[in-house]
């Protein structure tokens, strides 16, 4: 019998209508349209806009566009795994409020939290359902509303961050099409650098803690920064080495979108020139768990079968990895 590998047969994306632009922030906070663009590459980013609306309103459209364009019913999904750091509430898992939303009744469904580096844990997680062979369709959601949780009076960190998600649909190739190989990191020690203070069992909120502004995410950039450029770099060239990849051989690299520099940098060290490289943080900036997902979406109609794809990633924790894939379809 021959190998079950986890092909992704289809994705989907989301962004919110509304546009916030280095203008705009340019009346929030001390900072200009040059020196953001010139630092993180960054020119906006989509904000979700509405009351009582979470990082489930952002999957749900992603997810339901998925099944479309897959021919897939909703109850034939077995499973939803949600990338996210922004969920819609503590608890419940916002996979469930999904599943729920778009009548994936037969699915079970959790959250992985991994910071940026949620929807490359999660994929390679999925995966794994796959490859055992237990179920044969896996939907992987990356979404993040990090307008939640972004202070707009910090500039050195809301310049950075928007709303967004994707979603891609996993199911089992017999041809060798897929995943290939998974990288996945973690240092707890990066945690001091980007985390958010309070609302966790540690310091749960109280009046002082919201007039503090510890339910924000806080980071320290430049240490974020250090360590980003080594990580991303260090993996996506580890993962090519093992695999006997050259740069001519990688069709793709599909990389998190933080900060253009740090991108810039992971492409260097691979080799790949920069027309390989997925790009769409001009317009979306750092939407977290969103980022690679929303890339491919973007990216889909100039993929074809068989191309090698690198996708990157790191992230809050700190977390980081790569994943090798073979695209499994051409353009639709
Ligand atoms: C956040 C980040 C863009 C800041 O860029 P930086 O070049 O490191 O900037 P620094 O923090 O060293 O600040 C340099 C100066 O610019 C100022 N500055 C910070 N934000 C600014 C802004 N939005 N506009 C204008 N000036 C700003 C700082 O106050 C500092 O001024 P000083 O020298 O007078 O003290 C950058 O560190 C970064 O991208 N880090 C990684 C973040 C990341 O990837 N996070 C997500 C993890 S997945």
């Known amino acids: ?24 922030l340019e009346t929030m906070v001390e900072t200009n349209d040059e020196w953001i663009t010139s630092r993180t590459g960054i020119k906006e980013r989509r904000i979700l806009k509405g009351e009582g609306k979470g990082t489930s309103h952002i999957a749900v459209p ?9 021919n897939t019913k909703a109850e034939e999904v077995d499973l939803l795994i949600c990338a996210t750091t922004t969920p819609d509430m503590v608890f419940p898992a916002t996979a469930n409020l999904i599943t729920a939303e778009v009548g994936a009744v037969n699915a ?6 991994a910071a940026c580096s949620g ?24 979404a993040d509303k990090m307008s939640a949780i972004v202070d707009y009076t910090d500039r050195a960190t809301c310049i950075i961050f928007g709303d967004g998600g994707g979603a891609v649909m996993l199911e089992p190739n017999t041809e060798g099409y897929g ?3 998974s990288i996945l990191k973690s240092d707890g020690t990066g945690a001091q650098y980007l985390h958010m203070k309070a609302g966790g069992s540690r310091k749960p909120a109280t009046i002082e803690t919201v007039q503090a502004r510890e339910h924000f995410a806080y980071q320290e950039g430049q240490q974020v920064f250090k360590f980003a450029v080594k990580g991303m770099a260090d ?12 740069a001519e051989d990688v069709a793709w690299l599909v990389p998190h979108q933080a900060n253009k520099r740090i991108i810039d940098a992971t492409a ?9 490289v997925m790009l769409n943080i001009e317009r979306y900036g750092n939407t977290t768990s969103g980022t690679i997902p929303l890339c491919l979406w973007e990216y889909e109609k100039q993929l074809k079968k068989g191309d090698n794809l690198i996708l990157a990633a790191f992230g809050g924790g ?13 353009p639709k």
């Open 318 to 330: 700190f977390t980081w990895g790569a994943i090798y894939l073979k695209w499994a379809y051409d």
């Open 1 to 24: 019998m021959s190998k079950i590998t986890a092909a992704i047969t289809g994705v989907a994306g989301y962004v919110p209508d509304y546009v916030l632009t280095n203008k705009e």
């Open 119 to 142: 929807f490359l844990f999660a994929l390679a997680t999925g995966s794994k359902f796959i490859e055992s062979g237990q179920y044969k369709k896996v939907i992987v959601v990356g």
């Open 179 to 181: 995943i290939q190989d």
């Open 108 to 113: 079970f469904g959790y959250d992985l939290q």
């Open 235 to 246: 993996v996506s060239a580890e993962v090519m080495e093992r695999n006997n990849l050259t």
């Open 268 to 276: 260097n060290r691979m080799g790949v020139g920069s027309e390989k």
């Open 62 to 70: 992603a997810v339901l566009d998925l099944l479309k364009k897959t």
